[in-house]
């Protein structure tokens, strides 16, 4: 069936480090590709999408790429801030599901001053 | 603020109460969904609803009712739940059911279930 797969985290990084979490899917056809984040005692927000291959993201600093052959979704960073410690939710849509989004487990991101 | 507030924030309860979740948005959205966040699991989509109608039922047990009076409103009716229910969660509605849609989470209800 199909699924994503994140890096396990936590990620820890100090103020203005490169950010990079792996996202690896498994689908058919051709899915639309997530990113969504969740602060701590929040709920999920849309950080960034695309919706074909070779589409790029972005979105707050955030970027990540549709790499059809890797199917792969790697969120980068150039420079995190405290503010971004989160969990961070890759996730996908089939084609023909149109609704039902499939999520990873999750990566946390503990970033240090 | 996403425009989708879930009540109660927090709730524990006894294998043998009965509970409802409350899930209301304020986006003029017309579907609605409930997923459930267990740690270290893959957040499960359980039931979407649209236009009032549930057009989803991801084989969730029958401890578990949802119901739809309005595009507004949702809410997740709880009975004779077991400990390992216990998790979070999320409502979340989208304008629609297409591909597009972005779909908005409100921040959840954590549920103990003793």
């Known amino acids: 069936g199909d699924s994503v797969t994140q890096m396990e985290g936590p990620v820890t990084l100090s103020e203005e480090a490169f950010l990079t979490i792996n996202c690896t899917y498994t689908?058919?056809?051709?899915?639309?590709l997530f990113w969504y984040v969740q602060y701590p005692g929040e709920g999920l927000q849309l950080l960034l999408k695309?919706?074909?291959?070779?589409d790029k993201g972005s979105n707050k600093g955030f970027e990540a790429t549709y790499r059809k052959e890797t199917t792969s979704f790697h969120l980068e960073k150039g420079s995190v801030q405290v503010s971004d410690s989160a969990v961070y939710f890759c996730?996908?849509?089939?084609?023909?599901?149109?609704?039902?989004?499939?999520f990873g487990s999750g990566t946390r991101l503990l970033v240090r001053p | 603020e996403t425009g989708v507030t879930q009540t109660p924030r927090h709730l524990v309860m006894g294998m043998t109460n009965k509970k409802s979740l409350k899930c209301e948005q304020h986006l003029g959205h017309n579907a609605m969904y409930w997923y459930k966040q267990s740690a270290k699991k893959p957040l499960e989509l359980m039931f979407v609803?649209?236009?009032?109608?549930?057009?989803e039922n991801n084989s969730v047990p029958s401890r578990f009712s949802p119901e739809c009076p309005n595009s507004s409103h949702l809410f997740l009716h709880l009975h004779t739940l077991q400990p390992e229910d216990s998790a979070l969660y999320l409502c979340?509605?989208?304008?629609?059911?297409?591909?597009?849609?972005?779909?908005?989470f409100g921040p959840g209800t954590r549920l103990l279930v003793l």
């Open positions: 609803y649209n236009f009032k109608e549930q057009t």
């Open positions: 695309a919706t074909k291959a070779d």
């Open positions: 996730a996908l849509i089939r084609m023909d599901s149109s609704y039902k989004l499939i």
């Open positions: 979340a509605s989208s304008l629609g059911l297409a591909q597009q849609e972005t779909q908005y």
């Open positions: 689908a058919t056809g051709y899915p639309s």
